[in-house]
């Protein structure tokens, strides 16, 4: 065992066994090398990464390989979903240096954490125009023997460069009519009419651009924003990247036409997918959209929860094969002679033809990703159903896939979102238990004794290091949703307590926001970017947080810090809308309002529901009743019964509509 015994990451217990002599990302880490005189090795991945799991098999497990680092360098090992400011430094100098990036991220540092040769995956011998990792071994430590000023000139041009890099807001004034116009011809231009989704291969869910795009046709009516949306959302759901099996989305399609996957599933994708699919049923009605979001809120209780009451961050792409290799996909694909040997000749004819099941196969070695294509015409419902239950049952025998069980806490915030608004949606109180559960842990363990959040914890225990914006934001917004669902007053008391941290630690001038703490450990950059990714990034997280909060109780503070952070939104919503979705969403709320709706009356009610139910672009909504509701939520202050009847109060840009105690009356306010 190395130095990664003991640790919380599961990514890094993977490496616990390598003769490399692994350190985690600590100062002593540094202080080692500079009293060797080596440079570092910085290696990070994350443990559902298929790619991580290839290079450590081929270099990390090889002795020769082993022994030459442990002499030559310090090798230090990090999960960068622990620690997402590590990677986020790095990462940026990568694409800044090679034009691309990705998973592992190689990188060479001198003893002062300078950055000087990057990479990703490197393979055990030459191919494809990539050296060995060896060869780039040998290279670093022969530039690092013979040709030392020009690394220290090299990594100082990086250092310096980074450090230029600083981020103002993005402009004055807050994203208007204009900004999301743009956004909108934007998506259009990029937009896939034939398979759904914007782009080519590969291709990833787009949940906030669509969420984006549902907001604005809520507010504008525009049909053409509402299709895309639809149809993407069809399209990913009828194809291989949702397992047509036990429900949940893959990472992504390596594709343009969603066939095949690249297997790992993430909470984060999981948990913005079931909230998109909720909204969109939310929107149209949509049976699919229904079917979707409750198998994957299913699938997230099923097959993520924690013991703890919270969720795990990943499942990984492989897994054992028959013949006991691992092998990326083996869990999910299917032959056909699998589905006769499962179904029969006669059903797994049926399947075949149901789930896209071919002799030639559409992954690898004549398997198939199961999907719904388009042309596979009229289907009898009650026997498909049959025939999943049996292929699930079956499938329920192979070896599964590695689970990672590191709770992250911006992807439990997600999650308690999401279960807990599909739950409100669709009559699933046990949805709403999850998510409660999940918000517990998330104050008892993650928040615990030192009043900040903690990034990460696993079986019940805290680690290391200390929660980023995109924490803040994400959990903030998780309990607003919850204290809409709920009823309870605690949980948005918690998410301001959790924003004010944002407004004291992680704001600068003109309403930047920064990925850090004042008080965080200090990188060779402050980590900074505003760009929506495969999550809400923590800029625009914590903004539609801080937006909402500032709804339920007319604070001015969160308010303008709201509008401040928004000014990105304004910059690069017309420039790059797909990589600001979730910060055109928050847009979209503000220019709505967003809508206040106070419930005096029985938390889940006929008007708690409807107002849960309305489309109205971030509406925040309270509910209550009895003299203890205000205490609870600003909102219902002064807020009485009308003629002994529950009551809905529905407030827009500081102006109030008469009360009404028509559920129907209240859907109209809303857009219902």
């Known amino acids: 065992m190395n130095r990664l015994a003991g640790v919380t990451s599961p990514y890094l217990l993977q490496h616990a066994d390598n003769p490399v002599d692994w350190w985690p990302w600590t100062s002593e880490a540094f202080e080692e090398a500079r009293r060797r005189d080596v440079p570092v090795l910085l290696s990070v991945g994350y443990s559902a990464c298929h790619w991580c799991h290839v290079m450590a098999h081929e270099s990390f497990e090889d002795d020769t390989v082993a022994a030459y680092l442990n002499t ?7 999960d960068r979903e ?5 990677d986020a430094v790095y990462m940026e100098a990568v694409q800044a240096a090679t034009g691309h990036g990705g998973w592992p991220m190689t990188v060479f540092l001198t003893p ?3 950055p000087f040769y990057f990479g990703t995956y490197f393979p055990p011998e030459p191919r494809h125009g ?6 780039v071994l040998e290279g670093v430590v022969a530039a690092w023997s013979d040709r030392r000023e020009e690394v220290a000139e090299v990594a100082g041009r990086i250092v310096a460069d980074l450090a230029g890099r600083s981020l103002v807001h993005g402009g004055d004034g807050v994203p208007g009519e204009q900004e999301t116009a743009q956004a909108l011809l934007g998506l259009t231009r990029e937009y896939d009419e034939q398979h759904g989704g914007f782009g080519g291969a590969p291709k990833f869910p787009p949940s906030m651009a669509v969420e984006f795009l549902l907001r604005h046709y809520a507010r504008t009516g525009a049909e053409g924003a509402l299709q895309m949306a639809a149809d993407t959302c069809s399209a990913m759901a009828r194809g291989g990247i949702y397992d047509q099996l036990g429900g ?5 399609s390596v594709d343009r036409e969603w066939v095949v996957p690249h297997f790992e599933k993430m909470l984060y994708d999981n948990a913005l997918l079931c909230r998109v699919y909720a909204h969109l049923w939310r929107t149209t009605g949509s049976d699919e959209a229904r079917r979707i979001a409750l198998e994957t809120a299913d699938f997230m209780v099923r097959e993520l929860r924690t013991a703890e009451g919270g969720f795990a961050s990943a499942l990984d792409a492989d897994s054992e094969d028959a013949d006991g290799k691992h092998v990326e996909g083996a869990f999910y694909v299917w032959t ?3 589905l006769r040997e499962v179904l029969g000749e006669e059903d797994a004819a049926f399947a075949a033809a149901c789930f896209g099941v071919t002799e030639k196969g559409t992954f690898e070695e004549g398997a198939s990703v199961l999907r719904l294509p388009e042309d596979s015409g009229p289907v009898d419902a009650v026997r498909v159903a049959d025939v999943r239950a049996r292929l699930l049952a079956a499938r329920e025998q192979r070896p599964r896939p590695g689970r990672d069980d590191k709770v992250v806490a911006a992807w439990n915030g997600l999650a308690i979102a999401a279960l807990a608004e599909t739950g409100a949606y669709f009559d699933r109180p046990d949805l709403v238990e999850r998510a409660t559960e999940a918000a517990d842990l998330l104050v008892r363990v993650h928040l615990g004794e030192v009043a900040r959040l903690t990034r990460t914890s696993k079986d019940g225990r805290a680690g290391d290091n200390a929660g980023v914006l995109e924490d803040y934001g994400d959990v903030a917004e998780g309990f607003l949703a919850l204290a809409a669902v709920t009823g309870e007053g605690v949980w948005l008391e918690f998410a301001g307590f959790l924003l004010d941290i944002v407004l004291e630690q992680f704001t600068g001038e003109g309403g930047q926001l920064y990925d850090t703490a004042h008080d965080a450990e200090r990188l060779i950059r402050r980590p900074q970017d505003p760009t929506d990714s495969a999550t809400p990034a923590g800029w625009t997280a914590a ?7 500032a709804a339920y109780t007319g604070s001015d503070a969160h308010r303008t810090a709201a509008e401040g952070a928004l000014g990105v939104v304004k910059a690069l919503g017309p420039r790059a809308p797909r990589f600001i979705g979730w910060g055109l969403a928050v847009a979209e709320a503000l220019l709505d309002g967003p809508r206040e709706v106070a419930v005096a009356g029985p938390v889940g009610g006929e008007l708690h529901r409807t107002a849960l139910l309305g489309r109205a672009p971030g509406a925040v909504v309270a509910a209550g009743e009895g003299p203890g509701a205000g205490a609870e939520f600003p909102l219902l202050v002064d807020r009485p019964l009308v003629d002994g009847k529950p009551a809905a109060y529905v407030c827009r840009h500081f102006v109030c509509d008469a009360p009404t105690t028509d559920a129907g009356e209240l859907a109209a306010k809303l857009g219902g």
């Open 72 to 78: 030559h360098f310090v090798p230090v090992k990090v």
């Open 82 to 86: 622990e620690r997402p400011d590590v």
């Open 112 to 114: 002062d954490a300078e």
């Open 130 to 135: 990539s050296p060995s990792f060896q060869q």
């Open 248 to 252: 949940g989305f893959a990472r992504y």
């Open 336 to 338: 056909p002679d699998q």
């Open 543 to 549: 903004a539609g947080a801080l937006l909402g909060y």
